[in-house]
T-cell receptor
Framework: DGGITQSPKYLFRKEGQNVTLSCEQN?????MYWYRQDPGQGLRLIYY???????QKGDIAEGYSVSREKKESFPLTVTSAQKNPTAFYLC????????????FGEGSRLTVL | DAKTTQPPSMDCAEGRAANLPCNHS???????VYWYRQIHSQGPQYIIH???NNETNEMASLIITEDRKSSTLILPHATLRDTAVYYC????????????FGQGTRLTINP
């Protein structure tokens, strides 16, 4: 079945550690996105990528980094520079073009201890 | 960039139609209106989208005003499973595909 897979679903880390969240899609989508969601809040855009080897900052990119070496993969690294990293992280993908729905993964919940 | 405004919360009785409004007064002529919903702790799910004509699919109907400054998502016969946060978004930037979500409307369906 085609879809978008995020891992791990739950992750705990100590302060000062970097952590990488995985996002893989087999939908042959060109564009991929990372969002952050805090309790009771909407989604905020961290980074997005339209093609391989290219990505742009979203509204809250500070303390995060991404790479897009393959079309199907868009990992997000939460660095120690991110001041408040505990949150629910959502990855999404879509076809390039004006229309086209976003497909979301099931999310990764990161807790910093 | 067009922004959207939605009421933070709404209630609806089970079996009745749920009408969720969205204002997007600065929308450009080539920007689409999309609706998604998010059930607790899951990834958002696409519902419907439109440009200027009304749209209907198996999940919902989308009514866009003639001036395109607002729209309404209609769930014709709401069930308890429709309890979720509903997001109205517009495609923000030509070509760059930057998609920004607002706070959404928390819809509660009451038995």
């Amino acid at each position: 079945d085609g879809g978008i897979t995020q891992s791990p679903k739950y992750l705990f880390r100590k302060e000062g550690q970097n952590v990488t969240l995985s996002c893989e899609q087999n939908l042959n989508h060109d564009a991929m996105y990372w969002y952050r969601q805090d309790p009771g809040q909407g989604l905020r855009l961290i980074y997005y990528s339209q093609i391989v080897n290219d990505f742009q900052k979203g509204d809250i990119a500070e303390g995060y980094s991404v790479s897009r070496e393959k079309k199907e993969s868009f990992p997000l690294t939460v660095t120690s520079a991110q001041k408040n990293p505990t949150a629910f992280y959502l990855c999404a993908s879509k076809h390039k073009g004006v229309t086209g729905e976003l497909f979301f993964g099931e999310g990764s919940r990161l807790t910093v201890l | 960039d067009a922004k959207t405004t939605q009421p933070p919360s709404m209630d609806c009785a089970e079996g009745r139609a749920a009408n969720l409004p969205c204002n997007h007064s600065t929308i450009s002529g080539n920007e689409y209106v999309y609706w998604y919903r998010q059930i607790h702790s899951q990834g958002p799910q696409y519902i419907i989208h439109g440009l200027k004509n009304n749209e209907t699919n198996e999940m919902a109907s989308l009514i866009i005003t003639e001036d395109r400054k607002s729209s309404t998502l209609i769930l014709p016969h709401a069930t308890l499973r429709d309890t979720a946060v509903y997001y109205c978004i517009v495609r923000v930037t030509q070509g760059a595909q930057k998609l920004v979500f607002g706070q959404g409307t928390r819809l509660t369906i009451n038995p």
